[in-house]
T-cell receptor
Framework: ETGVTQTPRHLVMGMTNKKSLKCEQH?????MYWYKQSAKKPLELMFV???????ENNSVPSRFSPECPNSSHLFLHLHTLQPEDSALYLC????????????????FGPGTRLTVL | TQLLEQSPQFLSIQEGENLTVYCNSS?????LQWYRQEPGEGPVLLVT?????EVKKLKRLTFQFGDARKDSSLHITAAQPGDTGLYLC??????????FGKGTSLLVTP
């Protein structure tokens, strides 16, 4: 139990569906992240939020839309996805900007296994 | 070009054996982290190495940061089935997020 929860754990959706992934952290952290983990590829950073402000968008297609209503919650809204978007989507949190960039320890949730049909 | 190269990609050994996995780069880093990811879970931080030549031990796991801070190794002594998982090395970029290697998938059989 890392203090970061993700729901749902598994999701199957069609290409025309709209769904949302939810992440919640109970660690009092200020930074939250979305990563994508595909087979045979390294973990890919998608979005970074620091104090609820998006600080990085790593050239992610617009069919992925993040939302960070507060520093404890992070959403990833999914719309008209493609089969190649099937992957494990991981959320992480860290202390954030009060320290030196890059020195944070990141705590990961268990991920949402997404399958797009 | 991959920032971090991890080798081997897969490793299958029997309980009790020793093993070493590697994380290499042509770039210099201020710090490097090792994570382990078990099936169905997210990565969990094992250690952060900061100083060139640094050696850190975590029970049967020994981590070393290269003198030039470009590479790192993880040595496991007397591997156990509970060590099975994906071992990832990661470094930070200019922001707060991490760049990961592809990982070494380790299977330890009884």
């Amino acid at each position: 139990e890392t203090g970061v929860t993700q729901t749902p754990r598994h999701l199957v959706m069609g290409m025309t569906n709209k769904k949302s992934l939810k992440c919640e952290q109970h660690l009092g952290h200020n930074a939250m992240y979305w990563y994508k983990q595909s087979a045979k590829k390294p973990l890919e950073l998608m979005f970074v939020y620091n104090f609820k402000e998006q600080t990085e968008n790593n050239s992610v297609p617009s069919r992925f839309s993040p939302e960070c209503p507060n520093s404890s919650h992070l959403f990833l809204h999914l719309h008209t996805l493609q089969p190649e978007d099937s992957a494990l989507y991981l959320c992480a949190s860290s202390q954030g900007s009060s320290g030196e960039p890059g020195a944070d320890t990141q705590y990961f949730g268990p991920g949402t296994r997404l399958t797009v049909l | 070009t991959q920032l971090l190269e991890q080798s081997p990609q897969f490793l299958s050994i029997q309980e009790g054996e020793n093993l070493t996995v590697y994380c290499n780069s042509s770039s210099v880093f201020s710090s490097l982290q090792w994570y382990r990811q078990e099936p169905g879970e997210g990565p969990v931080l094992l250690v952060t190495v900061v100083t060139g030549g640094e050696v850190k031990k975590l029970k049967r796991l020994t981590f070393q940061f290269g003198d030039a801070r470009k590479d790192s190794s993880l040595h496991i002594t007397a591997a156990q089935p509970g060590d099975t998982g994906l071992y990832l090395c990661a470094v930070s970029n200019s922001g707060y997020a991490l760049n990961f290697g592809k990982g070494t998938s380790l299977l330890v059989t009884p």
